[in-house]
């Protein structure tokens, strides 16, 4: 003979296993690992930008300090700081290659993947930085 089951019953019993899938699924995530970033002079080049973007728009002597005059010359302030504004809002997810004048890294800008490739000259100063859709 079947056990009658109250309907109240049944939502007790499904709020329970609910909450056991919730808990299960939320202490079975990893937490995030910083990446980090190396300390070789793209690696610093790097670390400016990341924390550069949240003060955008950036004022022509502090990207001098950054940037080749070739850059510049190509992408002026006022386009580099549309280019950035695109950024503002990365997140280093990995890095995907290390050399000593060039990063890849794999990044998240708005909810998007996105390849970053940093690059410095001689003077250690940033000429490529392109970030591509993966």
């Not at 924390?51 to 850059?71: D, I, M, Q, V």
């Not at 995907?96 to 940093?118: D, H, M």
Request: with cysteine; hydrophobic share 45%; proline share 7%.
């Amino acid at each position: 003979m079947p056990i009658p089951v109250s309907p109240l019953r049944v939502l007790a019993i499904a709020l329970a296993l609910a909450i056991s899938v919730i808990t299960v699924t939320a202490c079975s995530a990893e937490p995030e690992k910083p990446v980090t970033i190396p300390s070789s002079e793209v690696g610093k080049q790097l670390s400016w930008l990341v924390g550069a973007l949240p003060r955008l728009p950036l004022k022509e002597n502090e990207l001098k300090e950054h940037f080749t005059e070739s850059w510049l010359a190509e992408f002026p302030v006022a386009k580099t700081n549309e280019f950035l504004h695109d950024s503002r809002d990365l997140k280093l997810e990995k890095l995907i290659e290390e050399k000593p004048e060039k990063l890849v890294a794999r990044i998240v800008s708005f909810g998007q993947a996105y390849r970053l490739t940093i690059g410095v000259d001689e003077k250690n100063k940033i000429d490529l930085l392109e970030i591509v859709g993966f």
